[in-house]
């Protein structure tokens, strides 16, 4: 996850704009990919190709992203799959815009559960859909990626005490914030293994994976 330089009251990082599919987000500055905007597809650039959205003349991001589901659509094929995951396993991995799982880890449409919050960290939300994943859709193997260069590696508990300063009210939930982004796999790998509520903790692995290379490192417990 990557933090702002501005201070931590600031957002703790880009949102996660990929849903379970683990796709790229669509950057706001990326050029359109409407055919309508080439002189060279012979479409006019005054008719739009299919519905707009209310708000698409004020071009917000999210403005773009439902245009871009426009497109998506107009050439959607079901694939009549199932909700369970082809491949039995859930993924739980950094929101940190950096990471693209399904081409870093091989992955298609319906392989897998991906389960993403800010560090990649076990907390009882990741139990919770965890514990979902395995008992209701039948997943057996648990993966968890962290990654090199996280924000959560540069804040602390007291982003709490700054958010109650700001708004009157101290969260209810851990930061969950770590130096040693190793250790905080093996933490999160125990969380998993001694966790009543998942029956399927045989094959739970953990990685780090480097922003720069884009290799995983698999970390063991000592």
């Known amino acids: 996850m990557s933090i702002p330089t501005g201070g931590p009251a600031e957002s703790l990082g880009s949102p996660d704009l990929t849903g379970s599919s683990g796709s790229a987000a669509v950057s706001p500055d990326r050029p359109s990919s409407d055919p309508s905007s080439d ?5 006019s650039s005054g008719a ?10 004020s071009g917000s991001v999210t403005d773009r992203l439902v245009e871009a589901n426009q497109h998506y659509a107009a050439a959607f094929h079901d694939p009549g799959m199932g909700a369970a995951p082809v491949l039995k396993v859930a ?12 081409k870093a880890l091989g992955l298609e449409l319906g392989d897998c559960h991906t389960i993403r919050n800010a560090g990649g960290v076990v907390t009882d939300d990741a139990i919770r859909s965890l514990a979902i994943s395995q008992r ?4 057996r193997s648990i993966v968890l990626i962290h990654h090199t260069n996280c924000g959560m590696q540069t804040i602390t508990e007291d982003f709490r005490t700054e958010l109650e300063r700001e708004v009157g009210q101290r969260p209810t939930w851990s930061v969950e914030s770590f130096t040693d982004v190793d250790q905080d796999v093996r933490q999160s790998m125990a969380r998993v293994r001694t966790s009543p509520f998942l029956s399927h ?3 739970v692995r953990g990685f780090v994976f480097d922003v720069h290379s884009g290799l995983l490192r698999e970390i063991t417990n000592k």
Do not use: Y
């Open 136 to 139: 209701a859709l039948g997943t």
């Open 201 to 203: 903790t045989d094959d």
């Open 91 to 102: 993924v739980v991995a950094c929101m940190d815009a950096r990471l693209d799982l399904h």
């Open 48 to 57: 739009p190709s299919g519905p707009v959205s209310p708000g698409a003349a």
């Open 39 to 43: 002189p060279s597809s012979g479409l």
